[in-house]
Nanobody, 126 residues
């Protein structure tokens, strides 16, 4: 089993920044792709960003390109999401997840991720 714990969420004004962290523990010996997802009220969970094991491949959904940066520190089993220039449309619960489907570029479907964190709330006020 793998446990994922997110932190760093909170309330921020539009234009502000937050840095989310996701710490993995447990049986994390295999290589994995990591992703950040978000789910706003009444909407489906969507991928925000993903990163390969080496960090050499990344994916960003169009709405966050140029504002969000995903990174990872495998020695610490931690994945980060730096979020800048936040807007009220970024308000959601943010989840980190890991996928052992490393053959794909970056899996974007929730069904392809094996473990999930409990989520952290990000609220952006206008």
């Amino acid at each position: 089993q793998v446990q994922l714990v997110e932190s760093g969420g909170g309330l921020v004004q539009a234009g502000g920044s937050l840095r989310l962290s996701c710490a993995a523990s447990g049986r994390t010996f295999a290589t994995y792709t990591a992703g950040w997802f978000r789910q706003a009220p009444g909407k489906e969970r969507e991928i925000v960003a993903g990163i390969s094991w080496s960090g050499g491949r990344t994916f960003y959904t169009d709405s966050v390109k140029g504002r969000f940066t995903i990174s990872r520190d495998n020695a610490k089993n931690t994945v980060y999401l730096q979020m800048n220039a936040l807007t009220p449309e970024d308000t959601a619960v943010y989840y980190c997840a890991i996928s052992y489907d490393t053959a794909r570029y970056i899996p974007t479907a929730t069904s392809l991720y094996n473990y999930w964190g409990q989520g952290t709330q990000v609220t952006v006020s206008s």
